[in-house]
Every structure is written in structure tokens, then in C-alpha cells.
């Protein structure tokens, strides 16, 4: 037995690193920030260009090459000869840049949230909708368009929005409690279960009502498809506080994030309380996924796969995967909405479908070529 | 400097006991092995002590009860390598090691160029410079048992647990990370309490014993006195010879056919 040892604190810092090993991780670490740095600058492009596409392209207006010149000449200190007319810049600026600037937003909010809901149950088939936001916004929603159309039409707001909002964070905390009552807290698996069966429920009684109010279905289910059309600066506004909120909350977590990777037990001997902050990224990610959800409706599949797409080129920790997940997530779906404008012209083919559509090729296909390189 | 108190701690999952009034001092600097059959409590202790599950007693480092720290500051006193850890495998060994600095880290920091040193140190002192941006998923067993004592040695805790630290491993590789924290014990002053399965490697590297049954210590001491094949046909129910090498004093325990005889 040796006691002669000094502290470890001074001792494991010492000349025993060989200049050698000390090099390696300087290069691994610069390595992977010009690596980041790369994928963070191919996002902001990829978005940029998604939301330049997204504003160009639609029925009416000016011609589409035109759109981006117009662009320039509205930034300060700039002034390009576009061609664009007043009333054809005010397309662009009411009509087509809400609804793109609304995709952008719902887009990287799903998919940082259902990054984060990944991370924290280390699942990776959940979506921002496990625990029951889409289900419950889904209910509130048809309670209000069917029983509560009654009693809100002379209102001067609609609250469709406001109540599916409730409804879907309500729902996610019913999840909580429920789970967390069967001993959820220690383990996220109780809580993915206690979602099913949360989600279930909700959606039978979702099912219920609209099986006795059959003259709303249709309006209902355009609700619950998911749609970016019609969509306004107000919408924008409504959401833009919580989307910036939550992925403010989800960006400060991602080193949390890549401690949860290696287990519960292991994060809690690491010095992090789990259940804290388990409930601080769960909170945070339904919060964003209420607010959009209750605007835009269900949109499914970004959620779930633009952070694996994302993991699949840029690799899996979350300090890229997060900011990625909003970048790719929020350029995707104003590319996945220019097509849904586009294929059926004039009819809108539902934005879920193209997600979808669109999606899971692309993933299979990223899953193939990785499975053979590596 | 970092002695371990362990006054009547108990364990029960849902009433039933799983250790019962284990009090002992370990020394700084010291390493005790563990024993005793499958489900007497030796990982329920381990897993005590790092706090992931709730006991009765008094746990105490240096007259620092546990029970009043706050979760970082545990982890920074104790480093626990689990019996089966949860290996991501695309996760690079140097995002692992660096996983370790996190008692360190604020809550919305990170890692600092003195972190990335201490890294550098341990990848250095456990020769594994070249996997640093390797996949823990193209590691072979043994290479990912040094890179999980890695990540646990990236903590700077004066006291280590070792929960079967080499069930998964063949001989070779046993001796090998025996030898490492071995090594480790002599450089930092480490106190590191193990659970083992092997009775012979657990006599020959580690300064002291407890042997547990069904929750409670049955023996306590140097391997001498607590290998003994009267005890082990009692404890595992095994029928076994011991023989003491008259060189260096080394207990060896050997599996006989047959029963028990006690």
C-alpha cells in the first residue's frame, strides 16, 4: 500500500502527461470545433437558402428569380433594381413570408424537442408528441370546434389556439404524474409508458366526441393534419416567445444531454441530479411543441427524424445535435410546405404527407449507406 | 486523507433487506475486496455509498457525511464504475474520458482547457493515446473496461468503486486491469473498494477483505483468515481446497468436485 502518494487533485495533472498525448487531444479538440463550426455554417446556409426558396416560390406574385433580389433591396443599406411592385412585394411580405418564417420555426422547434425527448429517455423512437402534447392540443381543439363552438362564436378571439395549448401541456403533465407514480422518476421507461397509455386515452376521447359531432370531422381532422397555410405575423408572434424559450433551454442542456447518454446511474454519479433535470428539458421541449402544435397542428415525422438525420452526418453529441436540429429542422420543413404548395397546385397537399414522403426515403437511405461504412 | 466511514448502513428494496448493519473504516489509501455469493449485497453497498440508492446509517468521507452533500460535490469525493456500464457507441473514447469532468463543470459551462489537461493525462497514464477518437463501440472488452476506469479517473475522487470490475473479461485482461488500478493505488493514493467475484485475485490484490451473506459481514480481514474452505463451503456452498503459497503468502482457492462439506 502506498503512502507516500500525494493528493490526487495535484497529482493526476502532472508531468506524466507526455507532450505527445497533450497534443493529440489539442488536435482532437480543434479538430472537432472546425468540424462543428463547418456543420453549424452548413446549416445557416441550408436555411437561409430553404427560406429564400420558401419566399420565392407560390401562385401569383412576381417571378420567382425576382424574389431574392427584392429581399435584398428591403435590407438596410442596400438597394437592388428588382422589378418587384409594391403590391407584389406585399405578397411576399404578408402572405408568403409568414407562413415560411412560421415553418421555420415549427420545423427546428419539432426537431430540437424531439431531440431533447431522445436525449433524456435515451429512446430513439420518441417524438416531441410522446407525452401527449399533440394528443391533448388534438382534444382541446376538437372540444372547442364541436361542444364549445356554441358558446365561443361570439367571441372576439378565437381561442381554438389558446385551448389546445392548454390542453397539450395539461395532458403532458397528467403523463408526468402518472408516470412519475409509478416510480418514472428514477427510470424515463415508466414515463414512456405512462405516455402511451395517456395518449391513448386522450385520443379515444378525441374519437368519442367526434364520432357524435360528424358535421365537424372534416374541420377537425384539417386541424389536426398539420397546415403552415393561412398562417400570419400573428401567428408568428404567438408562437415566436416559447419556440425562442424553449430552444434557449434546450441549447444550455446539451452537454446534460451527452451525460444522460451514458445512463442514468452513471449521470447521477457525475454530479447530476437526473430527475431535475430530466423535468427542466421534458418541460422545456413541451412548452415549444405546445406552442406550435396548437398553431400549426400535428406535423409529424420531423420530430422524429430530422435529429437522427442529423446525428447520421454530423455525429451523435448533442452539443451539435441540438443546433443542427433547429437549423436542418426549420429549413426542411419551409422546403417539405414549398412542396406541398407546389405538387397539387392549386390544392395543398398536406405538409405531414410530404414530411413523410420525403423523409423517410432520405433516412433510409442515410441508414443504409452509414450501415455500410461503418 | 480520504477515509471512508460506514456506520450501520442499511439497504432494503421495498422492505426486504438487501444489507443489514454494515459498519466498517476504510483507510485512505486502502483497498478492500468485496465478497460473498450472487445477491449479498456487495453491489446494493457500492451502489449506497455513490448514492443511487437511499440507506439508512452514516456514510461519511473524512467526516463529510454524504447524506449532506450536494450530488457534485459527492462526485467529486467518489468515482463509481458500475458492474455493467452503459457504453454509447458513438461516443468517442476522449468524449467519454471527457464526461468525468463533469462534477467540474457549472451548470450551463464547459469544460475548461485545465479539464481537457486532466483528460489528456488519463488517456496518457492509461495508454490510450491512440484510441482517443476512436468509437466505444469498436472497442474490445478490455480496452472498454480501461476506458470506463478512464472516465472514472477523469472525477480526480480520492475514492474509487470498482463493481466487478472484471467479470466481463478473460484472464489476460483481469490481471491487466487488476494490475492497472494497482498501478493507479500507487500513483494517486487512491482508496478503492471493489465487489469480486474471483476469491483469488480478490485475495492477492487487495489489502483487505469483507465477506458478506444475505446482507451482513460474516468475515472481515486479510485473505488468510478469511479464505478459508471451511467458510467458503458455508458462504457459496461450494466445495473448494484453499492452499497458501509458501513463497509469497498468496491465497489460492481451488474448485474440487464434489459437494460441500460443512
Given at each position: 500500500m502506498s503512502t507516500t502518494a500525494s493528493p490526487?487533485?495535484?497529482?493526476?495533472?502532472?508531468?506524466?502527461v507526455t507532450s505527445d498525448v497533450m497534443a493529440t487531444v489539442d488536435e482532437v479538440v480543434a479538430t472537432e470545433r472546425r468540424r462543428e463550426i463547418r456543420w453549424l455554417l452548413i446549416g445557416a446556409v441550408f436555411l437561409v437558402v430553404a427560406t429564400i426558396v420558401g419566399a420565392s416560390i407560390g401562385p401569383a406574385g412576381p417571378p420567382a428569380w425576382r424574389v431574392p433580389l427584392a429581399m435584398l433591396d428591403h435590407l438596410p443599406f442596400i438597394s437592388v433594381d428588382s422589378g418587384v411592385s409594391d403590391s407584389e412585394w406585399n405578397i411576399i411580405w404578408q402572405i408568403r413570408m409568414p407562413r415560411v418564417v412560421l415553418g421555420v420555426l415549427v420545423g427546428a422547434m419539432l426537431s430540437a424537442a424531439g431531440a431533447g425527448y431522445q436525449g433524456v429517455f435515451r429512446n430513439p423512437l420518441v417524438d416531441p408528441y410522446l407525452l401527449g402534447?399533440?394528443?391533448?392540443?388534438?382534444?382541446?381543439?376538437?372540444?372547442?370546434?364541436?361542444?364549445?363552438?356554441?358558446?365561443?362564436?361570439?367571441?372576439p378571439i378565437d381561442p381554438v389556439q389558446l385551448v389546445a395549448f392548454a390542453f397539450a401541456l395539461g395532458t403532458v403533465a397528467i403523463t408526468y404524474s402518472v408516470g412519475a407514480s409509478f416510480g418514472g422518476r428514477r427510470s424515463g421507461a415508466t414515463l414512456v409508458l405512462a405516455g402511451v397509455a395517456v395518449v391513448s386515452f386522450a385520443t379515444a376521447v378525441q374519437t368519442f366526441i367526434l364520432q357524435r359531432n360528424l358535421d365537424v370531422v372534416r374541420e377537425v381532422f384539417q386541424w389536426i393534419l398539420g397546415r403552415l397555410s393561412g398562417a400570419t405575423w400573428t401567428d408568428v408572434a404567438t408562437v415566436?416567445?416559447?419556440?425562442?424559450?424553449?430552444?434557449?433551454?434546450?441549447?444550455?442542456?446539451?452537454r446534460h444531454l451527452d451525460v444522460f447518454r451514458v445512463g442514468d446511474d452513471e449521470a447521477a454519479t457525475l454530479g447530476v441530479s437526473v430527475r431535475r433535470t430530466r423535468l427542466v428539458i421534458v418541460i422545456a421541449?413541451?412548452?415549444?411543441?405546445?406552442?406550435?402544435?396548437?398553431?400549426?397542428?400535428?406535423?409529424?415525422?420531423?420530430?422524429?427524424?430530422?435529429?437522427?438525420?442529423?446525428?447520421?452526418?454530423?455525429?451523435?453529441?448533442?452539443r451539435l445535435v441540438i443546433p443542427l436540429s433547429l437549423l436542418f429542422g426549420g429549413g426542411f420543413l419551409v422546403l417539405a410546405d414549398v412542396l406541398g404548395r407546389q405538387l397539387m397546385s392549386p390544392a395543398e397537399t398536406p405538409i405531414g404527407v410530404i414530411t413523410a414522403f420525403i423523409g423517410a426515403p432520405f433516412f433510409i437511405y442515410l441508414l443504409r449507406t452509414r450501415q455500410v461504412a461503418g | 486523507m480520504s477515509a471512508l466511514t460506514l456506520d450501520a448502513v442499511e439497504v432494503a428494496y421495498g422492505g426486504r433487506p438487501a444489507v443489514t448493519a454494515f459498519s466498517d473504516e476504510i483507510a485512505s489509501g486502502e483497498w478492500v475486496g468485496l465478497i460473498g455469493p450472487n445477491g449479498a449485497g456487495k453491489s446494493s453497498l457500492l451502489r449506497a455509498i455513490v448514492g443511487l440508492v437511499p440507506s439508512a446509517g452514516r456514510i461519511a468521507v473524512d467526516e463529510e457525511a454524504l447524506a449532506d452533500l450536494e450530488p457534485r460535490r459527492r462526485a467529486q469525493l467518489i468515482a463509481y464504475v458500475p458492474q455493467e456500464p452503459l457504453i454509447p457507441d458513438d461516443m468517442s473514447v476522449f468524449e467519454y474520458v471527457l464526461l468525468g469532468r463533469t462534477p467540474y463543470v457549472g451548470y450551463f459551462g464547459a469544460e475548461s482547457a485545465h479539464d481537457r489537461r486532466v483528460v489528456a493525462s488519463v488517456i496518457d497514464r492509461l495508454r490510450l493515446g491512440e484510441f482517443a477518437q476512436r468509437f466505444l463501440g469498436s472497442l474490445s472488452g478490455g480496452e472498454r473496461q480501461r476506458v470506463v476506469i478512464a472516465r472514472?479517473?477523469?472525477?480526480?475522487?480520492?475514492?474509487?468503486?470498482?463493481?466487478?470490475?472484471?467479470?466481463?473479461?478473460?484472464?489476460?485482461?483481469?490481471?491487466?486491469?487488476?494490475?492497472?488500478?494497482?498501478?493507479?493505488?500507487?500513483?494517486?493514493?487512491?482508496?478503492?473498494?471493489?465487489?469480486?467475484?474471483?476469491?483469488?485475485?480478490?485475495?492477492?490484490y487487495t489489502d483487505r477483505l469483507v465477506m458478506l451473506d444475505a446482507g451482513r459481514i460474516v468475515a472481515a480481514g486479510p485473505a488468510t483468515e478469511v479464505l478459508t474452505a471451511e467458510r467458503l463451503g458455508e458462504v457459496f456452498h461450494v466445495c473448494v481446497t484453499v492452499d497458501v503459497d509458501p513463497d509469497d503468502g498468496a491465497v489460492v482457492v481451488v474448485p474440487r468436485r464434489g459437494f460441500p462439506v460443512t
Open positions: 490526487v487533485d495535484t497529482d493526476v495533472v502532472g508531468e506524466a402534447a399533440a394528443a391533448g392540443a388534438g382534444l382541446g381543439a376538437t372540444l372547442m370546434l364541436t361542444t364549445g363552438r356554441d358558446v365561443t362564436t361570439d367571441w415566436t416567445p416559447y419556440v425562442a424559450v424553449s430552444a434557449m433551454v434546450l441549447m444550455l442542456h446539451r421541449a413541451t412548452l415549444g411543441t405546445a406552442a406550435v402544435v396548437s398553431v400549426s397542428g400535428l406535423i409529424g415525422f420531423v420530430g422524429l427524424v430530422v435529429p437522427h438525420v442529423v446525428r447520421l452526418m454530423a455525429g451523435a453529441s448533442y | 472514472a479517473l477523469a472525477q480526480e475522487a480520492p475514492i474509487l468503486l470498482l463493481d466487478e470490475p472484471t467479470s466481463a473479461l478473460d484472464i489476460g485482461h483481469q490481471q491487466q486491469a487488476l494490475e492497472l488500478v494497482t498501478e493507479l493505488r500507487e500513483h494517486s493514493g487512491l482508496t478503492v473498494i471493489s465487489a469480486m467475484h474471483d476469491l483469488t485475485l480478490a485475495g492477492i
